[in-house]
Structure formats: structure tokens, C-alpha cells
């Protein structure tokens, strides 16, 4: 029964993490490759936050930088590759996003946008990384561990 119950949470985390990734990847492929880097931080960033206290370099270098964290931390929560880092990447995006949207509008509505996103990243976050059988993460790590028992080449047992 307990088997049964784990390969469950691993498919719900997979599930999570795969839905997560995609959100996330998909945006950062359609502001890389479509939109560019510099056309984003301008659509997003620069004009719409000129008349604020925030300075320009700042705006650029975020406005550059998010597009690239997305698609890269993205696709990295899609293959369960260095999920932890992954994840704490993408939260900063989301608060940077909470952030701008608080400074133009401070009673923007978060449900549609920031808080299903942050549910998923926090699901996948809090849960045991070990529990996250069905990732590039777990199956580097069973690899070590099974190197780590196994004698070298050429040895005598």
C-alpha cells in the first residue's frame, strides 16, 4: 500500500513540475524567440515603468533578464534537472512580476496569473526531493549511489 501511495506522489509531482515547466518555458520561448530579450524588457519594462522610481539600467537589465530565466529554468523543471535552483529562480520572476504589477495598479488581481503559478512552484518546492522519482535529478542520483556500491573495474570481489 505505502508503494502505491509514493508512485502517486511521484506521478502528482511529475504532473506539477511538467505543467510548471511548460508555463514557464513556453513563455520564455515565445520572449526569446518572438518577441527577443530587448523587445520584452521594452514592451514590458522600460515604457511602462519609465515614470517610476525604479532606474532604467534596472528595468533594462531585468526586462532582458527574465525571458532568459524563464525558458532556461523552465525547461529545466520540465526535465527534473536541478529542480531546487530551477524553482527558486522562477519564484524570483514571479515576485519581480508581483512587484511591478503592485507598483502601477496595488490592488492587482493575482488569481489568474501569479497565484496558480506559485501554487505549483510551492507543491514541487516543499516536497521531498526523493519523491521526485520520475526526474533527471532522481535518476542522476541513483546512478551515484549505485557507483558508489559497486566496485571498481578490473577489482577482485
Known sequence: MNEGRDRDRAWAILFARGVLGLIFFMAGVWKVFELTPAGHAHKYFVD???????????????????????LVAGALVILGLRVRTALIALGLVLLVVTFGHLLKEPLYEFHTHVIPRLALLLFVLVLPREEDRFSLDALLERRRKSSIHRPPEGSVP
Open 48 to 70: 511602462p515603468y519609465a515614470d517610476t522610481f525604479l532606474p532604467t539600467w534596472s528595468l533594462w537589465a531585468v526586462g532582458v533578464a527574465v525571458p532568459i530565466v524563464e
